[in-house]
């Protein structure tokens, strides 16, 4: 600083670089008085400069320091009481992180006394600890926010057409041999050309990160030498995580993120971020306290009516952050707004949702959060998804968002899982999946289900049909984290593939499960690595494993490459007919002027589906025919043909008869002979047998002439 500190201005709330100096404005309603801390490295444990921020409005402190520039590392101390019995927990020997800092440079040292209570003693969090913890504390950076977009336009690709690619920046680039090794693990490699060509070569239009925004890995895990690899453990809303930038920490890891957007943009994928608003790294009432719990614990955290010394939490995550009052709700918007407009993103994915929507604690489809969402003509325009669970009483609430929403469909991936084990009793339900779960998202449309059968959190598509139970202990906790019961299908040796039975059998399982997914109504999500065969070693929680466990393999072998093969001529096949991604649900009528009902669920034997027949246990083949004819909405295609074989024999599916004289059918895919191309039936075939275990999609072309019937 070249000047005194000076009044300044109570909005934008953050440090804001002005070419000058710098306007400090953070929020601590309940403090007495807040002081900025300058440090010239992230671990100091003396600050180079100290000034309290001299303004004050409605809870907001603020103040203009000029001459400081971009790059100047700074954190906050809060004074205020320490009454953890009411809910406050001021202590001014806490160096803390600006909820509103653009960037944050360094990690949490748990060897620095960073709670704000003495540990060991009995009383707990009520024993005030006077320690210095700086030395330990990420500091926040001031940035420039100047950055050349070069032009750069959002892709806005419809929902209807979207297909969407959940990845780690690191797990997807850390091993990826075409990406230079200064960028492996960066947001710089996944902007890399090779990255880019992979995923439009695969033909997905959308990448789902996991959690970018700044991490702080938990105490437990950094005890035993772990680190937080997914990523759901916020510390700053408003800046990219440093661990994942090839350019460095001091503010470079801002641009390095909006190059990748950028480069994505060009190549027409959108980038979606998986965001954690609904708790932070600060955990329970014996967490350490490193942002919003030293700034204004009552004002920003849900606690317990009558016990505000606990944290009401609905996230299993120790917290839940209360976007019911005014300055949790006002963080979460200005980030939100924040990614879309500086920083450019397309949309987000929200986890444990429901919890941002608990004003009074139930569920509320009219709550604040999602109002304001509502009416933001900025964020209302972006795509919004819903993870529609969390722990909390009635936190299952599969299809109780409201539209714009789309949502993480749980039903739609145990579904599938079960029905192609082979559980009996799944048709009836797997209808509904395969044509856009109307029962769940009646009054929306198809596009509302975001439809997986895999995803970070679990078993990959290719442990799934490999391995009957988890194998965690890597993770740490003797195998007792993770889910004990995930729909997996296990077929012979776990892990085995010495027999070629069960390793063709697994092989064709993935590709019936991808097929399933991909040919559904609704948006498709792969996880990372699942179009190649990725492994995990059995692991189905691998959150903490930064190695070759979690990061995709690509060394593509011989099943790998046809795997991928299978999933990019799925995705062209989506693409190349209207059909199979539908504007609104099927009627199961037939449309004025339509030739066809705009779908027909058909037996076996070649006649429609009864409602007795939908509720056997033992239905475990249908076949679902999809008209081509146009309605309202949508454009005119092929009518297609999709028979599914869950059972475990062959069986002979009779091709239906149909108006409008004969027709021909042409197999698009059959799951069974992966590396087949197109090919027609004989029109004289009246029916086609299916394997055990199967899938085959089909499109209809009506014969021209009386001797394309003899051919």
């Known amino acids: 600083m070249n000047a005194p500190v000076r009044a300044g201005k109570p909005y934008p709330l953050g440090a804001i670089y002005d070419g000058l100096g710098v306007n400090f404005a953070v929020f601590a309603g309940g403090a007495t008085r807040v002081e900025v801390c300058l440090f010239d490295e992230p671990g100091a444990a003396r600050a180079t400069a100290v000034f309290d921020l001299p303004g004050r409005s409605d809870g907001v402190f603020y103040g203009y320091a000029p001459g400081l520039r971009p790059g100047q590392l700074y954190g906050l101390r809060a004074h205020g009481a320490y009454d953890p019995s009411s809910g406050r927990r001021y202590n001014p020997h806490k160096l803390l992180v600006d909820p509103y800092a653009r960037a944050i440079c360094g990690q949490v040292n748990y060897d620095a006394p960073v709670w704000s209570y003495a540990p060991g003693n009995e009383a707990g969090d009520l024993v005030f600890d006077g320690r210095d913890d700086a030395w330990g504390v990420p500091k926040g950076v001031v940035v ?59 033909g997905v239009t959308a990448i789902e990160l996991l959690p970018i925004h700044e991490i702080a890995d938990e105490h437990a895990l950094a005890r035993r030498g772990l680190r937080n690899f997914w990523g759901y453990s916020t510390l700053g809303y408003f800046a990219p995580a440093a661990r994942y930038a090839a350019s460095g920490g001091r503010g470079e890891q801002v641009g390095e993120f909006r190059q990748m957007v950028k480069a994505m943009h060009r ?33 920003y955290y849900r606690l317990v009516p009558g016990y505000p010394r606990f944290y009401l939490d609905t996230t299993g995550c120790g917290n839940s952050l209360d976007v019911g009052h005014p300055p949790a709700l006002r963080l979460v918007m200005d980030s939100l707004r924040y990614w879309v407009s500086e920083m450019h993103v397309d949309g987000f994915r929200f986890d444990l949702a429901p919890t941002m929507a608990r004003d009074r604690g139930e569920f509320d489809r009219h709550s604040r959060f999602l109002t304001a969402v509502h009416q933001d003509p900025l964020l209302s325009q972006v795509k919004l998804c819903a993870e529609p669970w969390d722990v909390g009483p009635g936190g299952y609430r599969v299809g109780g968002f409201p539209a714009p929403w789309t949502e993480w469909n749980g039903r739609y991936r145990d579904c599938v899982r079960r029905f192609w084990r082979g559980d009996e009793g799944q048709a009836a339900e797997l209808g509904y999946r395969l044509s856009g779960s109307s029962d769940l998202f009646g009054g929306r449309r198809p596009q509302a289900s975001v439809n997986f059968v895999t995803c970070h959190d679990g078993f990959t598509l ?46 064709r399982q993935q590709r019936n499960l991808l097929a399933t997914l991909i040919l559904s109504q609704g948006v498709p999500m792969l996880l990372a690595g699942d179009e190649r065969g990725r492994t995990q070693g059995g692991n189905n929680n691998a959150y903490c494993q930064d190695n070759e466990i979690s990061w995709v393999d690509w060394q593509m072998s011989a099943e790998g490459a046809s795997l991928f093969g299978w999933v990019r001529r ?58 081509g004819d146009a309605v309202a909405g949508d454009a005119a295609g092929d009518t297609l043909l999709l028979l599914i074989n869950g059972s475990f024999g062959a069986i002979c599916f009779t091709l239906p008869h149909l108006p409008g004289g004969p027709v021909r059918w042409q197999i698009l895919l059959d799951s069974r002979d992966p590396e087949g191309g197109e090919r027609w039936l004989p029109a004289s075939d009246r029916g086609h047998e299916l394997g055990e275990r199967s899938l085959v999609l089909m499109r209809m072309c009506p014969l021209l002439a009386p001797d394309e019937v003899a051919r």
Request: charged share 25%; proline share 7%; aromatic share 8%.
């Open 144 to 202: 420039d926010n100047v950055f050349d977009w070069e032009g750069d336009t959002r892709p806005e690709t419809p929902w209807r057409e979207t297909v969407i690619y959940e990845a780690h920046v690191k797990g997807l680039t850390m091993q990826h041999p075409e990406v230079p090794p200064a960028l492996r693990g960066t947001y710089a490699g996944l902007g890399s050309p090779p990255l880019i060509a992979y995923l439009k070569d695969l």
């Open 570 to 627: 799925l995705l062209a096949l989506r693409r190349a007919h209207p059909a199979l991604a539908r504007v609104g649900f099927f009627a199961g009528t037939q449309p004025p002027g339509g030739a066809l009902k705009d779908v027909m669920w058909l037996r076996p034997d070649g006649r429609e589906m009864s409602a007795a027949d939908w509720n056997l246990p033992y239905t475990r083949a249908l076949g679902m025919l999809i008209s």
């Open 462 to 507: 290719r442990d799934l049909v490999s391995y009957s139970r988890k194998h965690n202990l890597a993770n740490g906790e003797e195998n007792r984290d993770g889910s004990d019961h995930e729909h997996s299908h296990n077929y012979g040796v776990e892990g085995s593939t010495e027999d070629r039975a069960i390793a063709g059998l697994r092989a």
């Open 267 to 299: 190549a027409g994928i959108e980038v979606i971020l998986d965001v954690v608003y609904n708790h932070t790294c600060e955990g329970n009432h014996l967490g350490p306290t490193l942002s919003l719990r030293g700034l204004d614990n009552a004002a």
